[in-house]
């Protein structure tokens, strides 16, 4: 670890800089902003190179979020207040935050925040799935809105993910250490990948980009009233949202405009311009601005399972909503502002989980559309790639039987994403999904103005079947719309649709025009009246030329759905038998419905007007003349849609004169021919009909087939492991990892004089583990090994040797098998030997965990020993050519050697050596002289001879002769000589 710099209490670097950026303590105590800051792993230099250029009079409080071991009792306090001279101070439960503060979150505690007082809590899921850094996050968002600041620097994992979101969703900031510098970057990529971090920085340069951001006068509350009278006096608004439109063709005028401001303050913010006007200059010159705004207004924020008792009260309504269709009829749901699909999963695991538990032989055939504006979000919800974070909202038992774990992340699995069809579409401007079982839009009424919502409620209406339910988000409501919905859970805003209601004529209303952009600046009440009564007089005008004098015309969207109708159409257009539909390919007239789905075709491919003139059409027994026309709109907010218009041009009148008799015949003909006609285009139009059909299934197939193909890319299934305990072990072990450097120094300072101790022996030594790679070595080794560093981890037999080692791999794996020390000789390639002495390594808990060889050079004694061996060679020779007995004893009368001759008179053929002497001399001697003999020569009385008489087998006369070894101890080992003597010639 690089060495701390210099604490902050003893030399303050970059002076000016604080100085420049320190606030006064008056503006900085009302309101003042609370940064939540995660860290995990590697996070402490982060920390202290953070704190090293923050003043201490920044007038923000400081919650640090650490991984910390349950069982942890070092004192992160103290090392935190090495780093800054602001109050460092583990958190207590209900604590209020004050500025200039930090606070530390406690081991084995959530955290949370309500009214700028902290919250611990016992942790609800246990170590490895908590998430510690969203949970404190998610709830300052709740609690601190645009004065929540969220930061994450270095960790491994994905935790702060959802709570980067949750802070963006509520108008706060959000920064991420720069991944170059941390020193696990898993953490600040994570955030990074939300698209939603406003900074991507090194932890020295965020503190002056944070206070220059929440400094800027346009977020400043005491200026919240100028900024708004600028607002009015430019209409910067207005031209902000034209300049929206005109590059995104998304019009946000039906928004919240307190909304809208709010995320137009953080971008002018962001980039420090001085007000609405100079933003509004900036975009003009920076297009590309235009769009991370459009995406800045678009953010949605979800998770799994979001307010989990709403989801808890849901279950049991759509498990018996869908206990009550009959087998294979759809179950069609449709979920509003997906987003990046979490959402639609929750619901889609909640539907899998009712049919389980059915007791039908035959399910309902599950439908859910998930449609969201953003087309990112909606790529990222079809991939169903999500972090592992997702393990603090989705159960365990749901993780595993919906998810494939993949590194740090989890995949929807294939059975799961299969159900859903993702689509970009605008709620404001698109056709709804009808026959609808479940609608969920929750959390995205909160955005839109009450005008736009007195709108939309009908349409969710007209959507649903009969006894189909509406699921909200918490903060929603349907204002005065309870004729159309009971309500069933008024806490989690879960209603049902009410059948019979007037109002369900509202939908005609639809689509939404945008509606007209007037200033901002308040009007005068007489100047509002003259317009509202020159509007009237208007209206009521331009009511009656449509009414009397156009002609009759329908305006339809790409599915041909009717969206709305000008004039008598009844006498081209007709209600179809069955389910009341109001699409013109149902409702055209059987002459006209082929030519109607030609023309509005036609009208598409050619983009421009399409005529057909002299359509014949029946009407009783007459025959009238209709012309048609197709028109493709291309106006702003009626972008793709067609004017289909009718224009009744009366009867059809025959040419005069009578019609001869001998023509019947070509009348009946002609008859024939018309009915035939009329089966052809019967016949067409089912076929047209069927086409049509299988067109909506093939796109269906084609989207299911294209996110087949992406999940198909990825790789295959993967078996689940522990990884997220482990990794949670390693980012608590690296937190507290600075507590530890005293004792990695000593254990240094041991390996250094092993080292040393080792080095000092000249004795080679090799340490390896149970397979025999090497873990060790000392530089002696390399005399008969061809060892470099590189070699440590590989095993013993793959490096070249300078001697013979075939069999030392087999010896040393006995050595480990029977825990019993071996020794070996080996001679190199240049004469040298060396002992080799195998044992095996033990450990201080006396585990066996390798071997160690050590290799000690024996060359010297091994000339000795060769020289020795040359000696008694020598000997050998010498004595064989004796005529006498000779035997060699020690001290206890053993023999320790006797040559050949002393085998022959003795008749002994057994080995000899280490056997008494005595007994052998027994059966021909009397041995009582001869230890007599043997004792005066061991007490140094030098060669003593004596003459004795053989019996037995070897009869005769001999002389026996005890010599003592002057080089041994005391004398006591004797050379005895036994020679014989025959006829009177001695021997």
């Known amino acids: 670890m690089s060495e701390r710099p210099s604490k902050p209490k003893k030399e303050l670097k970059n002076i000016n800089k604080k100085n420049e950026i320190s606030t006064s303590r ?46 942890h009792k070092g004192q992160v306090a103290e090392l935190f207040q090495n780093y800054t001279p602001m109050p460092v101070m583990e958190a207590q439960d209900g604590m209020p935050v004050e500025p200039d503060h930090v606070y530390i979150i406690p081991p084995n505690k959530d955290m949370g925040i309500h009214n700028r007082k902290l919250l611990l809590l016992t942790p609800a899921k246990p170590n490895g799935y908590r998430q510690p850094i969203d949970y404190f996050l998610q709830s300052l968002a709740d609690d601190q809105w645009n004065k929540a600041v969220g930061v994450i620097l270095s960790g491994m994992g994905s935790d702060g993910e959802t709570g980067i979101r949750m802070i963006k969703e509520k108008l706060g900031m959000a920064m991420a250490q720069d991944p170059d510098s941390a020193q696990y970057n898993s953490m600040p990529m994570a955030a990074i990948s939300t698209n939603l971090v406003d900074y991507v920085l090194s932890p020295e340069e965020m503190p002056l980009k944070l206070i220059q951001y929440l400094n800027h006068p346009v977020l400043a509350e005491e200026a919240s009233e100028q900024v708004r ?23 946000f005028s039906l928004y919240k405009k307190s909304t809208i401001t709010r995320r137009i303050d953080r971008r002018i913010a962001y980039h420090q311009v001085p007000d609405y006007a100079a933003y509004v200059n900036f975009l003009r010159e920076n297009p590309l601005e235009i769009e991370v705004l459009f995406n800045e207004l678009l953010i949605g924020v979800t998770k799994f399972f979001r307010d989990a008792p709403a989801f808890e009260s849901l279950k049991p309504k759509l498990c018996a909503l869908m206990v009550n269709k009959a087998g294979n009829e759809p179950f069609r749901v449709w979920i509003a502002g997906c987003s990046t699909g979490e959402e639609a999963y929750s619901v889609a695991m909640l539907l899998i989980e009712c049919l389980e538990d059915m007791d039908k032989g035959e399910w309902p055939k599950l439908q859910l559309f998930a449609t969201d504006l953003d087309a990112e979000a909606i790529e990222h919800a079809r991939n169903g790639v999500y972090f592992d974070n997702i393990v603090a909202d989705v159960s365990a038992a749901r993780i ?50 009450t005008e736009l919502q007195k709108k939309i409620i009908p349409i969710f209406h007209y959507s649903l079947n009969a006894g189909g339910i509406m699921f909200m988000g918490p903060a929603e409501t349907i204002g005065g719309f309870t004729e159309m919905f009971i309500s069933v859970d008024p806490k989690w805003k879960i209603y049902e649709r009410k059948e019979g209601s007037a109002q369900v004529g509202r939908m005609i209303d639809f689509p939404f025009h945008v509606a007209k952009q007037y200033p901002l600046n308040t009007m005068k009440i007489d100047d509002m009246e003259k317009q509202i009564s020159k509007r009237s007089v208007a209206d009521t005008f331009n009511r009656i030329l449509l009414e009397n004098f156009t002609p009759s015309s329908v305006l339809v969207n790409e599915k041909g759905d009717i969206l709305y109708s000008n004039g008598k159409t009844g006498k081209f257009l007709e209600l179809p038998n069955g389910e009341a539909v109001m699409n013109i390919y149902k409702m055209a007239r059987e002459e006209l419905r082929y030519v109607v789905g030609n023309i509005i075709h036609q009208a598409r491919l050619q983009k421009g007007e399409v005529a057909i003139s002299d359509i014949k059409l029946k009407d009783a027994d007459a025959i009238r003349l209709v012309d048609l026309k197709a028109i493709l709109l291309e ?10 218009i009718f224009e009744d041009k009366g009867y059809f009148k025959k040419a005069g004169g009578k019609l001869k008799a001998g023509d019947d015949k070509t009348n009946v003909a002609v008859e024939e021919l018309e009915k035939e006609l009329v089966y052809t285009k019967q016949q067409l139009n089912s076929t047209i009909e069927q086409m049509e059909t299988s067109l909506e299934e093939l796109k269906s197939t084609n989207e299911e087939l294209q996110s087949t193909n992406e999940e198909l890319q990825s790789t295959n299934e993967e078996s689940l492991t522990t990884k997220e305990e482990m990794q949670s072990l390693n980012e608590e072990l690296m937190t507290i990892n600075m507590q530890y450097q005293s004792k990695a120094e000593e254990l240094t300072r041991i390996n250094n004089d092993m080292k040393n101790l080792l080095d000092s022996t ?15 070595y000392t530089p002696q080794v390399r005399k008969l090994f061809n060892l470099i560093p590189t070699d440590v981890g590989r095993p013993i037999n793959h490096v070249v040797s300078n001697f013979d080692n075939s069999g030392i791999e087999n010896e040393i794996r006995k050595v480990i098998d029977t825990l019993a020390n071996k020794e070996i000789e080996v001679k190199t390639k240049t004469d040298e030997w060396y002992k080799v002495r195998i ?31 040359g000696l008694q060679q020598k000997f050998d020779s010498i004595s064989r050519l004796y005529p006498d007995a000779l035997a060699h004893i020690d001290a206890n009368n053993n023999i320790l050697w006797a040559n050949e001759t002393f085998r022959e008179i003795l008749k002994i053929e057994e080995d000899l050596q280490g056997k008494p002497f005595i007994p052998y001399l027994e059966q021909f001697i009397k041995t009582e002289p001869v230890l007599k003999l043997l004792n005066k020569a061991k007490s140094g009385a030098g060669v003593k001879s004596a003459d004795f008489v053989l019996a037995g087998s070897s009869p005769g006369h001999c002389t026996i002769s005890a010599i003592p070894l002057k080089n041994d101890e005391a004398g006591s080992v004797l050379l005895v000589t036994l020679a014989m003597k025959t006829k009177g010639l001695e021997k």
């Open 229 to 251: 009278i600028a607002i009015q006096n430019t209409n910067s608004i207005q031209k902000i949202l034209m300049l929206l439109r005109s590059q995104t063709g998304h019009d």
């Open 839 to 869: 044992m095996p390594y033990r450990t201080l808990d006396n585990f066996i965990s390798g071997a160690v060889l050590t290799f000690t050079l024996i060359t010297g004694y091994k000339q000795l020993e060769y020289k020795i061996e």
């Open 400 to 449: 595993d039987k919906f998810f494939i774990k993949k590194d740090n992340t989890f995949q929807v699995k294939k059975e799961l994403r299969e159900m859903i069809v993702f689509a970009q579409h605008n709620l404001i401007k698109d056709a709804p999904f009808t026959r609808l079982d479940l609608l969920c839009c929750r959390n995205v009424m909160i955005y839109l103005t």
């Open 635 to 644: 106006e702003t907010g009626l972008q793709g849609l067609v004017l289909v």
């Open 762 to 776: 000249e004795i080679g030594t090799i340490f390896l583990d149970n397979k025999l790679d090497i873990l060790r």
């Open 26 to 71: 008056e503006s900085k105590i009302k309101g003042f902003p609370i940064v939540g800051i995660g860290g995990s792993a590697g996070s402490f230099p982060s920390f202290e190179k953070f704190f090293n250029h923050l003043p201490a009079d920044s007038g923000m409080a400081f919650i640090i979020i650490l991984h910390l071991d349950p069982h």
